[in-house]
């Protein structure tokens, strides 16, 4: 039991009239790892939440959920989910709150628990109408881990939440993922799947694109950004050189965007212009822009809403 991924996609498909939000999905989530579904808008992260958990078919191929069904694994309590929609009572206190929702589980986490993981206990007798946006998400949270949860799945939790209402927001996350709980998320913020994720998953046009660590995901490209100074130097000769694809010229900074770091370095060094040489990986924006807008938008145009 233990051995066995948390969740599996094979081959999944799903298709909303024209529109292809599931497109041949095949994914393993380990138990135990925090994984970040990263995609744009339309990409087909909610599609694939809503199929694990069992709110939706799949068209064809399948989805297992901790060893079973979707279904099975969400009525044992197996699974917290924080999805987009949904109000909690405005009335009731946080405790009483997640302590209704942790008796309709078998065998919930004590109260007291899913309230410190959240980062809740000094707010445990405040109404829950009286919450401020990024505390209220932080409930929600705490009333996905009510029932002890092997594996919670989280879209887009940070959305509309500030800086510091997010940094609340992962340190109850990890608590949870030192655990030993597995969490899947969706996101559109990659410093957040670069920061929180063991692994990140970039969705686009309803198709894996890409799969890996972030450390991964920026070695996928093999380029680099390379900055020197021009010391006076005029900057025409820049865009011919060696794996070079963008230059960009900033008072007497030379950024250039290059295939091939080794090549541009070298044919740099053999023209006496390195001054100031910078060198580094990709930020994982343009790894991120790299994938998905060469597939999804020429291919399948539906998809991006
Ligand atoms: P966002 O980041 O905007 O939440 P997403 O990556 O979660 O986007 P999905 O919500 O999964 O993307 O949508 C994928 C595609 O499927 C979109 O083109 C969307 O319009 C379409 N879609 C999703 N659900 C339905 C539905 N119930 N009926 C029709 N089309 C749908």
Redesign the pocket.
Known sequence: MTQEPAAVFEAVTKT??P?R?ADGVDLAVRRGETLALL??????????L?LLLGLDTPDSGRVSLLGGTPGQAVRAGRVGAML?EGRAVPRVTVRELVGFVARTYPRPMPVADALALAGLTALADRRVGRLSGGQAQRVRFAVALAGAPELVVL??PTVALDVAARGAFWEAMRGYARRGGTALF?T?HLEEADSFADRIVV?DG?RVVADGTPEELRRTTGGALVAVDLAGAPAAFLSGLPGVTEVEIRGDRARLRTDDPDATVRALAARDAIRGLEVAPPALADVFLGLTRADGTARNP????
């Open positions: 909303y009239g529109v939000a995609g744009r808008n339309g990409a087909g992260k909610s599609t694939a809503g987009q879209d887009e969706s559109h969705l309803g539906e998809a991006n809403r």
